[in-house]
């Protein structure tokens, strides 16, 4: 018997992550018309990765998903469009370019799902409403 490369399947591990992004970073549009990048990278802001346990109980399909969105250590989520006022920029660039405080925080799917909202809409009523349910 001849074992040839058809006779497996090979998943690739990517498939089942999704990282989504803004306008200006976008590699492709998904069927929901939300900005997405085929891999991770600093300018993915938001993804969801298959597998493990999932902290969203609602989830009723065996297939467990966890929600991540950037933000910093103290539960803010991060606002990748840029200010004009100088008073919405609390931090300076030293701060944010040499601390760099950001890390990916696990999410409920609905705040996931406000702030990709936020991120392709720009409008800051996703983002508010997705921070006050995080608090």
Do not use: W
């Amino acid at each position: 018997m001849k074992i040839s490369s058809k006779d497996f399947i090979v998943k690739d591990k990517n498939l089942d992550s999704k990282y989504y992004t803004t306008f200006q970073y976008q590699e492709f549009t998904d069927e929901d018309e939300f900005y997405r990048l085929s891999k991770d990278g600093d300018k993915v802001f938001a993804k969801v990765i298959k597998g493990g346990l999932s902290r969203d109980m609602t989830n009723s399909n065996p297939a467990q998903y966890k929600y991540y969105v950037r933000g910093t250590n103290g539960k803010k989520l991060h606002d990748p469009f840029p200010k004009y006022s100088v008073s919405d920029n609390k931090s300076s660039f030293l701060d944010k370019v040499c601390k760099g405080d950001q890390q990916f925080i696990e999410v409920t799917k609905s705040v996931f799902e406000k702030y990709i909202t936020f991120l392709k809409t720009e409008s800051n009523q996703y983002l508010t409403s997705a921070q006050r349910e995080i608090m």
